[in-house]
T-cell receptor, first 119, second 111 residues
Framework: GAVVSQHPSRVICKSGTSVKIECRSLDFQATTMFWYRQFPKKSLMLMATSNEGSKATYEQGVEKDKFLINHASLTLSTLTVTSAHPEDSSFYIC???????????????FGPGTRLTVL | GNSVTQMEGPVTLSEEAFLTINCTYTATGYPSLFWYVQYPGEGLQLLLKATKADDKGSNKGFEATYRKETTSFHLEKGSVQVSDSAVYFCALGGSQGNLIFGKGTKLSVKP
């Protein structure tokens, strides 16, 4: 089956530093990847849609200068949390859609998530 | 706009009990419907899906039927196990290939 990896799985950083999270589709090509944020006991909040070779589309209320997204290839998207602060501590999850599914194909394959803790 | 409403949790059951987690949706057209499961500390895994009315998705003993007339996609399992303890998310497919999630229902199964 389709596998999506995330790295790192857990990161602890100091306030003011930047953290990069990688999302890779291991056995399929993904034109579109999605980045979610999950707070404790809350549902997933879509942060942005990442399209290969173009700028990401951010959801309302998400600061694009703070959460930098790059989708440089069909198998890799990165999320960089810039100048992280304690309120950015959260569980970040990425997902990817299989290119072979065609436009409008909704099934997404999720990474295992990255636990970010900002001290 | 499109939205998903699922029953509030947490749901606590004894092993071998019957499970129902209600999910209803609001959407234009006929979106695909999904159930995802999230085990503690992990990402989401697709549990089952249905792409058109009257389709029944099933996996690992779980079932859900796409009911257009009641705009529902309730998740059921006849006999839950401790290992089924997780958070379950109902979702519908948006027109842009995105997913719209419900708020999640936490299930705890006691031995």
């Amino acid at each position: 089956g389709a596998v999506v990896s995330q790295h790192p799985s857990r990161v602890i950083c100091k306030s003011g530093t930047s953290v990069k999270i990688e999302c890779r589709s291991l056995d399929f090509q993904a034109t579109t990847m999605f980045w979610y944020r999950q707070f404790p006991k809350k549902s997933l909040m879509l942060m942005a849609t990442s399209n290969e070779g173009s700028k990401a589309t951010y959801e309302q209320g998400v600061e694009k200068d703070k959460f930098l997204i790059n989708h440089a290839s069909l198998t890799l998207s990165t999320l960089t949390v810039t100048s992280a602060h304690p309120e950015d501590s959260s569980f970040y999850i990425c997902s990817a859609r299989d290119l072979a599914g065609g436009p409008g194909y909704n099934e997404q394959f999720f990474g295992p998530g990255t636990r970010l803790t900002v001290l | 706009g499109n939205s998903v409403t699922q029953m509030e949790g947490p749901v606590t059951l004894s092993e071998e009990a019957f499970l129902t987690i209600n999910c209803t949706y609001t959407a234009t057209g006929y979106p695909s419907l999904f159930w995802y499961v999230q085990y503690p500390g992990e990402g989401l895994q697709l549990l089952l899906k249905a792409t058109k009315a009257d389709d029944k998705g099933s996996n690992k003993g779980f079932e859900a039927t796409y009911r257009k007339e009641t705009t529902s996609f309730h998740l059921e399992k006849g006999s839950v196990q401790v290992s089924d303890s997780a958070v379950y998310f109902c979702a519908l497919g948006g027109s842009q290939g995105n997913l719209i999630f419900g708020k999640g229902t936490k299930l705890s199964v006691k031995p």
